[in-house]
């Protein structure tokens, strides 16, 4: 199973655009940038027909140490999810893209 990597999607960029490699690196470490900064600043990045990015707050819980058993506090924090549109679901399940609404 091969991983795309920063530098896999620069050089799609740069075969797919037409931008120089330079250019294409710097555009696509932009379009990151520009997510990150949203994403901490607690916002949805949402990317039609792809999904969307959404920060969510867990509260603080007691979780167990799994191997003495001893129970010790999990504090609060936020995790990013991921939640894929209809669009992609349907694509890498091999179906019929659906038409109309491409919301994520």
């Known amino acids: 199973m091969n991983t795309l990597t920063r530098a896999g999607l620069a050089e799609a960029i740069y075969s797919q655009v037409g931008l120089s490699r330079n250019e294409s690196a710097a555009l696509l470490e932009a379009v990151l940038e520009r ?5 901490e600043a607690g916002q949805a990045v949402k990317i039609s ?6 920060v969510r707050q867990k ?6 140490n ?9 504090l ?7 939640r894929p549109s209809q669009v992609l679901k349907a694509r890498i399940n091999g179906q019929a893209v659906p038409h109309g609404d491409e919301e994520a």
């Open 76 to 82: 609060p924090r936020k995790v990013l999810s991921f």
């Open 49 to 54: 027909a792809f999904g969307t990015f959404l």
């Open 35 to 39: 997510m990150a900064a949203s994403l």
């Open 66 to 74: 799994p191997k003495t058993g001893v129970e010790v506090p999990i």
């Open 59 to 64: 509260g603080q819980r007691v979780g167990r």
